[in-house]
């Protein structure tokens, strides 16, 4: 069994987006309409099952678990993204997309990312911009720097939201990210939350923002939501060279 697969077994990595559409982020406070405007709800048949961030008119960030089943990439005629309305149900504008490009070297948890093409260029508004990705090298926020995150993912309680909610993280200690997930490397960090609190199912590739930077997306969660550990994410400043080609 390859050591990826026992991590798996040994510690119950949960990914945050794989089948979930119902919920929000654990914690948090309901996001003002024009706060997020670059988080898009990524959709399978027409259901949420992911976040997503608009980085260009016509290109979207999410994780790469969030477009395959069963590890097959699922068909584009399946997907789209709502873009432009804090709900999940309603508002703004569905996007349906024209192909997804997931990052050559992606294998379940590591270089857990896609570029997705929309079928056409979104309108910029106040609830509809881009948002930037940190640049190659650019280091992270200092240990217990707040980060903003927000999605749509389940709650404690289980019980659903048809709106984003906005949750401050804090970035968590090295050590605490090495005790939660051995792979940890530069390709990757883990904000720290309160117990009950953090990212959950359908929060999966939805963007941890900092000075106003895409610093990172969405990736995992360690045993159940909430728990004593720190929630892992993808650092987008080392793969910022891949994501740069696929706008180009």
Same mark, same amino acid.
């Given at each position: ?42 959709r399978?048949?027409? &259901?949420?099952v992911?976040? &997503? ?5 016509t ?8 477009v ?16 432009g309305s ?9 996007v ?7 990052h050559?070297?992606?294998y ?13 260029a979104? &309108?910029?508004t106040e ?6 990705v !940190?640049a ?5 926020? !200092?240990?217990?720097?707040?980060v ?10 289980g ?12 970035v ?14 530069e ?5 720290a ?5 953090g990212?959950?199912?359908g ?22 939501c ?8 993808v ?7 891949w994501?740069?080609?696929q706008? &180009?």
């Amino acid at each position: 069994m390859q050591q990826r697969s026992l991590i798996l077994g040994l510690i119950g990595l949960t990914l945050v987006g794989v089948c979930h559409a119902s919920g929000r982020i654990m914690g948090g406070e309901e996001a003002d309409p024009t706060a997020t405007p670059y988080a898009a709800s990524l959709r399978v048949d027409n &259901a949420h099952v992911c976040g &997503a961030c608009i980085i260009s008119e016509t290109k979207i960030l999410t994780t790469a678990h969030c477009v395959h089943r069963d590890g097959n990439l699922i068909d584009v005629k399946r997907l789209s993204c709502r873009v432009g309305s804090t709900n999940q149900y309603a508002g703004g504008r569905i996007v349906t997309v024209e192909s997804v490009v997931v990052h050559p070297d992606y294998y379940q948890l590591t270089n857990n990312l896609a570029v997705i093409t929309l079928s056409s260029a979104l &309108a910029y508004t106040e609830r509809i911009k881009a948002i930037p990705v !940190a640049a190659s090298g650019e280091a992270l926020p !200092a240990e217990g720097s707040e980060v903003s995150v927000a999605g749509w993912g389940r709650t404690a309680d289980g019980t659903t939201s048809y709106k984003i909610r906005e949750l401050s993280l804090k970035v968590a200690q090295e050590s605490a990210c090495l005790d939660a997930y051995s792979d940890h490397n530069e390709n990757s960090f883990c904000l720290a939350h309160e117990l009950k609190e953090g990212t959950c199912h359908g929060d999966g590739g939805s963007g941890a923002v900092y000075g106003d930077k895409l610093i990172g997306l969405t990736n995992f969660v360690v045993g159940a939501c909430g728990s004593r550990y720190p929630d892992v994410f993808v650092r987008l400043s080392s793969f910022y060279d891949w994501i740069q080609e696929q706008i &180009a």
